[in-house]
């Protein structure tokens, strides 16, 4: 059974880091894509950024690139994200999702299509 927890969300100032980290188990490194999504109130849920941990392949959304990094440790079965120069508008609740990962360059086809394992979320709160 493929299983996601997501932790380290809270409150933060504007400018300032969090980390957040996805526990993952039930499926292989090897085998699968994991990515961050986001859903701010009001607002569609939206790609944050995704990562081929065997590979080491990553994309981010226009909006996070430069302040946003992903990673993967293989031998903990984690994913992070580490969040910098956080805004107001990076408020959301932040889930981490899996799913197999596709052949050569449509590796990160279900991070546009369709993710089909997800968490239950974290809530970031960017606030002075």
């Known amino acids: 059974e493929v299983q996601l927890v997501e932790s380290g969300g809270g409150l933060v100032q504007p400018g300032g880091s969090l980390t957040l980290s996805c526990a993952t188990s039930g499926f292989s490194f090897d085998d699968y894509i994991v990515a961050w999504f986001r859903q701010a109130p009001g607002k569609e849920r939206e790609g944050v950024s995704v990562i081929s941990p065997i590979a080491s392949k990553t994309i981010y959304a226009d909006s996070v690139k430069g302040r946003f990094t992903i990673s993967a440790d293989n031998a903990k079965n984690t994913v992070y994200l580490q969040m910098n120069f956080l805004k107001a508008e990076d408020t959301a609740v932040y889930y981490c999702?899996?799913?197999?990962?596709?052949?050569?360059?449509?590796?990160?086809?279900?991070?546009?299509?369709?993710?089909?394992?997800w968490g239950k979320g974290t809530l970031v709160t960017v606030s002075s």
């Open positions: 999702t899996a799913n197999l990962a596709g052949s050569g360059d449509a590796w990160p086809a279900a991070y546009y299509y369709g993710m089909d394992y």
